[in-house]
């Protein structure tokens, strides 16, 4: 079993930067793949970025590759997401999520846990 506890998330302007992090409890986060997500109002969830168990490989959505970064300290069960240069349109629920594979799929139907997610909101 995993828990994930996202916190970090807030108000911003555009062009700002925000670190969100993930708090993993369980006794298998150091092999699992790490996700993060996000939903805005109206949408579906959307794929954001991955990295895999050792950190060794990142996977990003176009949309935000060159601006946000993964990374994850397994001696801290902790994931992060660095976001910088934020957009309105980077507005949205942010939700990170466990895959036991450890590869950090890019479908969010591998994930088999999920936190509460944390508000990010992106004023213009």
């Known amino acids: 079993q995993v828990q994930l506890v996202e916190s970090g998330g807030g108000l911003v302007q555009a062009g700002g930067s925000l670190r969100l992090s993930c708090a993993a409890s369980?006794?298998?986060?150091?092999?699992?793949?790490m996700g993060w997500f996000r939903q805005a109002p109206g949408k579906e969830r959307e794929f954001v970025g991955s990295i895999n168990w050792s950190g060794g490989s990142t996977y990003y959505a176009d949309s935000v590759k060159g601006r946000f970064t993964i990374s994850r300290d397994n001696a801290k069960n902790t994931a992060y997401l660095q976001m910088n240069s934020l957009k309105p349109e980077d507005t949205a629920v942010y939700i990170c999520?466990?895959?036991?594979?450890?590869?950090?799929?890019?479908?969010?139907?591998?994930?088999?846990?999920w936190g509460q997610g944390t508000q990010v909101t992106v004023s213009s």
């Open positions: 999520a466990a895959d036991e594979t450890g590869y950090g799929s890019l479908s969010a139907g591998a994930y088999k846990y």
């Open positions: 369980g006794r298998t986060f150091s092999t699992d793949g």
